[in-house]
């Protein structure tokens, strides 16, 4: 979707853990960034003539553990996943020097800093938005409690500055050493002072278990605010053609790529904005497909789904061997 985007280029480099590296950018015409606050992400746009654009979600960090980016900068850290997608090229390509576009900041997952008290749960490479948090949390001086859960630490990025900003506020839970298991939400959720807001930014099957201990501990729905980064591949996929009854073009579409991205890849026009199956702004018409949708959009209605005549390219697709789209 054309919209407008910030030519910036990335001006250092710090591999983080051994799959998470973290890329500052500075606007290529110094000009300011447009203020954001913690939890917002911006677009990145990368990509080359033959992967052609590639466009995914990265949190700001907002800074280090001493002071805040300038604002002309910004800095993500982006997790390395080994499917050959987007983060895989980013860690390929991206070097000091190299130029992209970002969009504008947006924030799905504000921190409100009235909060009596706030507790902070990052899982893995969710840590991104938790770390802004705690840094503008620490510095206004507000309270709150802050839990990072990880395999093993050397794979936990930006535990040591979590540690130096929020001191004796942070619990690391290392499920495959010292705290071997699953983080125990209902008991974290449970010890709360009264009128504690959480945050949590992880897996979904760490999200959905915060709001489920949120429910039985009484809390009202919104006191549990989460964000996700994205469902990827669930491992059930297969690869499928798509034909574009308009054009008679035939895309193939790789168990590994949404059907969005294998469009874009072969230059074919299409509307998307949220890419995770939330803002409906990619759904196309089936005019005919040879096996059932996999419907994996926040966006269509359960009638809709039933009717099985449409679908979000961004993250739905089908388990079959061609799928018809009226483009
Ligand atoms: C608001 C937000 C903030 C984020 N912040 C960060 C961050 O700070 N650090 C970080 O590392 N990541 C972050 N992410 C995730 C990031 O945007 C990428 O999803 C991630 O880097 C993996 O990208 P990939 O292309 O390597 O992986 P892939 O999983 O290959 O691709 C990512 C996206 O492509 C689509 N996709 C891939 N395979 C399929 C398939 N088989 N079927 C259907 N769709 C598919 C999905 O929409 C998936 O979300 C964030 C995401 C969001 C939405
Ligand atoms: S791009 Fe938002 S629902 Fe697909």
Same mark, same amino acid.
Request: hydrophobic share 40%; with cysteine; proline share 4%.
């Given at each position: 979707?054309?919209?407008?985007? /910030? ?7 710090? =591999?983080?853990? #051994? ?25 990145? @746009? !990368? *990509?080359?003539? %033959? ?5 995914? @979600? ?38 000091? *020097?190299?130029? &992209? %576009?970002?969009?504008?900041? !947006? ?8 909060? @009596?008290?706030?507790? &902070? /749960?990052?899982?893995?490479? *969710? ?83 915060? %709001? ?20 990827? #591949? ?19 579409? *790789? ?27 990619? #759904? =196309? ?8 949708? =996999? @419907?994996?959009? =926040? ?11 449409? &679908? ?5 697709? /089908? ?9």
């Amino acid at each position: 979707m054309a919209r407008k985007h /910030i030519d910036v280029e990335v001006f250092s480099v710090r =591999q983080l853990t #051994p799959r998470v590296r973290e890329f500052r950018l500075r606007t290529l015409d110094g000009a300011p960034l447009p203020a954001y606050g913690p939890g917002a992400h911006v677009e990145v @746009h !990368t *990509g080359n003539a %033959q992967t052609g654009l590639v466009v995914r @979600h990265y949190s700001l960090i907002g800074g280090d553990v001493e002071a805040d980016d300038t604002r002309d900068t910004c800095r993500i850290a982006v997790q390395r996943e080994d499917r050959g997608g987007g983060s895989a090229y980013i860690h390929a390509n991206f070097e000091v *020097g190299t130029r &992209l %576009q970002i969009s504008a900041p !947006t924030n799905n997952f504000p921190l409100d800093r009235r909060d @009596h008290h706030s507790l &902070l /749960i990052a899982g893995g490479i *969710g840590i991104t938005p938790i770390f802004s948090m705690v840094r503008s949390l620490a510095r206004r001086r507000r309270e709150f409690t802050v839990v990072y859960a990880g395999r093993e630490p050397e794979f936990m990025a930006y535990r040591e500055a979590l540690v130096a900003v929020a001191g004796h506020r942070v619990r690391l839970h290392i499920s495959g050493g010292q705290d071997t298991g699953k983080l125990d939400l209902d008991a974290l959720i449970a010890a709360q002072p009264v009128g504690t807001t959480a945050y949590v930014c992880g897996p979904a099957a760490m999200v959905e278990a915060t %709001q489920a201990a949120g429910r039985a501990a009484g809390w009202e729905a919104e006191r549990i605010r989460s964000e996700l980064f994205g469902a990827g #591949p669930q491992g059930d996929e297969v690869a499928f053609d798509v034909e574009l009854k308009r054009s008679g073009r035939v895309v193939r579409v *790789g168990k590994d790529v949404s059907i969005l991205d294998a469009l874009m890849a072969a230059k074919v026009d299409v509307l998307w904005d949220c890419r995770r199956g939330e803002c409906g702004l990619c #759904p =196309q018409s089936v005019l005919k497909a040879d096996g059932p949708i =996999q @419907h994996r959009d =926040q966006y269509l209605s359960p009638e809709e789904r039933e009717a099985a005549d449409t &679908l979000c390219i961004c993250v739905s697709r /089908i388990r079959g061997e061609r799928l018809v789209l009226d483009l």
